[in-house]
């Protein structure tokens, strides 16, 4: 049996990691901050998702960069927007915040590797 390495479609898991974000309001303490911030997280996790499914149709290489450039913009403020919003006192909330967190990080990272090696 060989082992093989995890292969990861990023057009999924842009799309899940937009699915998560959605959820994940769901459970936030309804505030006027919170209302605003999840509005935005909303917005740029979806944006992450969209402009990686353009860039894997771009029509040129230039159309290719801009839209993982982005994706990198996108995925960078979703790290702000979630550090800003307010989990409140639920230790499961906090725990799926820092984890949606961290998945934002580290698309943010492989967004500009992609950059880096296409231009």
Known sequence: ???????????DRSF???KRVR???KLLPKTVGNA???KQVVRASGSV???YIEAND??????FVMRIKICRKEAKECVLWLRLVD????????????ALTQEARELTSIMA??????E
């Open 1 to 11: 049996m060989t082992n093989t390495p995890k292969t990861y479609d990023l057009e």
């Open 16 to 18: 899940e990691f937009a």
């Open 23 to 25: 959820s994940f309001i």
């Open 36 to 38: 605003e911030d999840s």
């Open 49 to 51: 998702a969209a402009n």
């Open 58 to 63: 771009a029509l040129s290489k230039k159309d």
């Open 87 to 98: 989990a409140g006192d639920d230790a499961c909330v906090a725990s799926e915040q820092t």
């Open 113 to 118: 590797a992609i950059m880096r090696k296409s």
